[in-house]
């Protein structure tokens, strides 16, 4: 038993098996840290966010999870909606039609005992049947799957081989299952998405998400970057974190496929290039400082198990290539999902997150930036924020001549899978960027986003010294406050939009075009966004609303459709080698772009 | 606090970090199993042949560790001639002259951090730089090299680069030891032993051997075989102990070389089919029922870090090729060293332990076959047997005119590095040869074997029931009795030696030879027997004394040499796919040749 001086207080967080003994005083943030239960950390653990209530045992109202600190054995409950959960609206990927050609295929062996007493040991008859019944040489045996041979003799009948590449053999099994599984996952600062694969028919069989698990360790990619500065065993703790998360995401969706994670054959990756350095726990220093050169880009497979991946034993996880620091495999599997390295007309892909990624250009020039938008268009740094999530005002309108807001909430679903109204909890994205759209075209912001105290008088509140817009009143929702947007909202938009607009003007600058003829939306961003309100901001150049386009989650198509056909894992390589990268800081005017977008729509340049 | 009811017991062995909870009454053989620390088990743990005494906390005198049960908490030491040793005698590896071409080279990269910037990554700079400055187009790095590269600036100068094949860097540094070690294991039955080198001098630093912690689970091959099939988790279990066991040898040899494990670029591995099932983790069923078939004979390198191996993160372990069931890569690796393969003469190599394998041909045909010796050739299972260590019988001379025995003692190295005699505790192989051979020649044992009582009188006795030939009086000794070879133990001889015998003149026949011009004798065994001997009991065919040469430990030199030459890896494996595999049981005659070798030396075939 421990004595006084060493007593550790058990924490546990219900839906997880794992135990946690801390020392008293531990907060509950840092307690879920060390074993991956995702509570969002957006203001660092300053209590500021308030994104991270809980419910803590014995206590009637919920906690912060970062000021509470524990001093007795608590139970700890994390809502759903701040934790985990299937955002199946944002993470589906469409299937697209895609010639199959996996890495891994299945050939089946009859075992004859006679024959097999030929052969030095039972792997050369495995092997020399390869060779004579499907003309397949392959080159070596990974060692688990020699440890099921064991058993083969005539009584076992047939064998199922699964080789990859056609060169290896990774699993042999006696199992009648015909299937072949693979999952392509994408790793964002904020969701993990899955999508579970028969690679004998292409056929996608479910897809799952849930929150990355680092968030508790800081809500963006900058503030993950300076926990590993400032925690000397950082990187591998964020390590440690994402790979136990990527793990609980396979075992979900195979448990919703029915099937065993040991049966997946074969894994693509996409995701941004921190957390793909951090998956396979290298240093994201590197990132952070100019010029944010990443220690890798193009990778060969890695076996699953060395990182710690629970599929089959012998199974590799192919890895999207990175473009740059800020710049990753899921713009990569974006590029490859569009295609604008096939396309005579030149397209712009805008992937708006907490990052924004952008790609311009066509067969004959293809460029690339990133710039930082900031938690802002994702509904996070806003007071009101929160995630696309049930209860989240997701559009607005108001009536500039009565300032009457008109605004519409997303739904929950019953277990019935009817829709089910609900009062709003918060504004997301989407919502966000509408209201601040509408607050200018109702003259409550003016061009430089300065909210004007006389305009739409019953609207415009105080709310802790700030300047603030009333989107829905504390009697029309769920938490008993007003829903508003105050005046460092606006500006967080402001900046937001300011950097999309800015970067995309230098890229078509350099890129020598007076006009654009396809916008392509990437990512939930697109997905949800009002493009009325968009372009009211100034957010995009300016083009006709239908020749933009949003294509859903396109980093996920990139990744499944590498999944599925290992001819085009070469191509997007060979495309990333030739794309352009264009680092923004060190463009001439690029500042001067920036001061300019920050207005509504824009500062009309002088010269 | 643990409750009465499930009270353990701490059980520590002198010299090993690890501490034991057992329950009580369990055996220290069996906590000792748990951590693999060698304690012989030769009688299977029936108290009989008293080879495992220990020495136990709070008791004065041995116990044995088979029937000690535990009910306190004990601390344990093993004698060291009981445990894991240095035989540099037996293991020492001849520094062969091979021509140097290791499957690990470095090659320095010097850092420009103008140059640097120019690449995606730092990785692509690492891989241009090599294909630019040393021709070297790498396929792949291995991602725990990755890691090191995050902090690569002009600051740090030059890196060193680790290349496996010419193809796949495994390790970066930016260390300035130019040298590359890498490391040659031979997995014996009995013992462990390990050849640490520098790749790029082909220099043995140091030489090491242990004996095989596995020896807790049973003495000889079929013993471990059975364990395998008695216990659900054999397998696992002893694949765990000889992981765990040559990690401790590899970990000593560095030590004593002073170098770091981690140092260890590349690893060559022999032993015989089962120690090698074994080490992979496969089972070893199929090699204790016909046909003996293994299941693999042939593999790819291997990652060390997929078997838990302790070196270099990114380094491989080539595997010796296998033969047969019974023909492992310790028989591989001898032939590698001898070349009959080259030579023009018919060359017959025996290298007998408990085990016999026996290689016959030259350069236009190669035979192989293995033979059960049983333990009595290195001195198990023989009443007084004790392996070749100080104190050890190693040589004895009977006078057939008055029965007078002169023998020598095997002294024990003094710190000073001096010999210092010891009286004799038991005998060993070669004494034990050479006693039986002299027992024939001095008339005290018949053509058949039989020990006659009449003969000798003074010296033959009566010990436990058993007629007994007293080579050393109890004054004589270290251990207060006499040493003796019983009637059973000249069975146990008699056995082997028809064994080999057997087997020899099967290949000899099936190979159409009148006679043989070289004898080459592998092995400890070949290095210590008395030829006169071994010739009078007819154990080899008849030749003249001077054919017949000792080469040592051939084994560790086949596979030095596979350790510094890629080639010579090729080269075995061409060899073993041409090599005749003899399956005596199923050859005709052997039956009656193997009873009629059981005479000393032989009894003449009637026809």
Known sequence: MSTPNTKKCLVTFKGYPEKIFVDPGTSITEAARTIGVAIPSICGGQGKCQKCRVEVSGFEKPQLACQFRVYNDVQVIVPEDISYSEYAID????????????????????????????????????????????????????????????????SAGQLDVSVWMNKEVIDISSSKDESTYGIAIDIGTTTLAAYLCDLSTGKVLTTRSMLNPQVACGEDILSRITYCLKNRSGVSELHEVIIRGVNRLIKET????????????????????????????????????????????????????????????????????????????????????????????VILIIDAGTNGELVLGNRDRLMCTSCATGPALEGGSIICGMRASPGAIDTVKIDPANCAVEFTVIPEIGKDGKKKYVKPRGICGSGIIDCVAQMYLAGVISKNGHMKRDSCIPRIVQKNGETSFVVARASETDIGEDIVITQGDVRSVQLAKAAIQAALRIMIKKMKLDRLSRIVLAGAFGNVINIDSALALGMFPDCPVDSIEAVGNAAGDGSLIALLNTGKREEIRNVVEKVEHVDLVSEEGFQREFAYATYIPRMESPG
Chains 1, 2 share one sequence.
């Open 254 to 345: 195979c448990d919703s496929a029915t099937i065993s994670s040991h049966q997946i054959m074969d894994m693509a990756l996409a995701g941004n290039s921190c957390m793909l350095h951090l998956f396979l726990g290298v240093d994201v220093a590197t990132l952070g400082v100019p010029p944010f050169q990443p220690v890798f880009s193009t990778l060969s497979d890695i076996k699953a198990r060395d990182l710690g991946i629970e599929i089959c034993d012998g199974a590799y996880i192919h890895v999207l290539p990175l473009i740059a620091g800020f710049i990753g495999a899921d713009t990569s599997a974006v590029i490859l999902s569009e295609e604008p390295y096939k396309s005579e007309e």
């Open 91 to 154: 993470k589906e990927a469409q299937e697209k039609s895609v010639e199959l050609s996996p890495a891994v295929k299945k050939y089946s062996v009859t075992i004859n005992d006679r024959d097999l007493l030929n052969y030095r040991s039972k792997w050369e008859f495995v092997e020399d049947t390869l060779r004579r019944e499907h003309g397949l040489k392959v080159e070596k045996v990974d060692y688990p799957a020699l440890a099921k041979l064991k058993d083969i003799t005539e």
